[in-house]
């Protein structure tokens, strides 16, 4: 069977490094992040127009898939989250990052294009990819075409449903103290965490990132990695997701 290549031209800068947390699609939390253009790539000329979009298509590799044996079976049927975890579907039918080709596609809107130290980073919002993700490729979005109105969603007609978040006061009172204090040896790469970051991470818990067969437990912790500190969260006897603790990794 013919195969090519891909050329890697960028990286994806995220406060998200692992996928745990990360949004399952695009737009529905607008975290911002920076797309590394590496050069030949970089070059400015490259990009010369491109600003006057306010959206773009990215091309990417799911580089944290557990990597598969050579002679390992094709998976034609996965579990999407969407649909509890338990029911399958085609792979071709689904999201899942499980794919032959290993590539994801996201619309992501493009806040600005800037150059440092002569090559070209793209700041965008809502990015459903992670710290490190590796980009193949960028086209500017192109709504008359891009956009279907009556398009038909299948099992995923509407966005999901988002779940009440609360912040305890002590989890409020850490990530103050956090503030400003990335260590460079854990995370040399970030942006150091600000303000605005906590409604982004209760932002990116009422999606519920916690598996779907997990869904229904009460008091059980779990942890999401944002920037240099880890959040941790519990859903309380009425259904909220509750976080109540955020610290320094």
């Keep these: 069977m013919p195969s090519h290549a891909l050329p890697i031209i960028g990286y994806h800068r995220s406060p998200l490094s692992q996928k745990f ?7 529905l939390v607008a975290v911002p992040s920076i797309i590394e ?7 400015p000329a490259a990009f010369v127009g491109l600003e006057a979009f306010s959206h773009i298509w990215v091309s990417w590799q799911f ?3 557990r990597p598969q044996a050579a002679d390992a079976p094709f998976r034609s049927q996965v579990r999407p989250p969407r649909l509890g975890g338990n029911q399958k579907i085609g792979v071709f039918a689904s999201r899942s990052m499980y794919r032959p080709s290993g590539l994801g596609l996201s619309v992501v809107a493009l806040a600005s294009v ?5 090559r070209v980073q793209l700041h965008l919002q809502g990015a459903d990819m992670i710290e490190g993700t590796p980009i193949v490729d960028i086209k500017p979005y192109i709504r008359y075409s891009d956009a279907i109105g009556d398009a038909v969603s299948g ?4 966005p999901p ?5 609360r912040v305890s006061f002590e989890a409020k009172e850490q990530f103050a103290a956090c503030l400003h204090k990335t260590p460079a040896e854990t995370m040399p790469t970030q942006v150091p965490l600000v303000a605005a970051d906590l409604a982004h991470i209760t932002a990116l818990i009422a999606q ?7 869904r229904d437990e009460v008091g059980s912790l779990f942890v999401m990695r944002y920037k240099c500190v880890d959040v941790q969260f519990c859903q309380a006897d009425d259904g909220a997701l509750v976080i109540d603790a955020i610290g320094l990794y």
């Excluded at 253009?37 to 070059?43: G, K």
């Excluded at 800037?114 to 002569?118: I, N, P």
């Design 63 to 65: 580089h944290k898939n």
């Design 114 to 118: 800037q150059v440092v130290d002569g």
């Design 208 to 214: 519920d990132p916690r598996p779907a067969y997990r």
């Design 21 to 27: 947390g990360a949004p399952r699609q695009p737009n």
């Design 37 to 43: 253009m590496l050069p030949p790539y970089a070059d």
């Design 161 to 165: 449903t988002q779940h009440a978040v």
């Design 155 to 158: 099992f995923a007609p509407e």
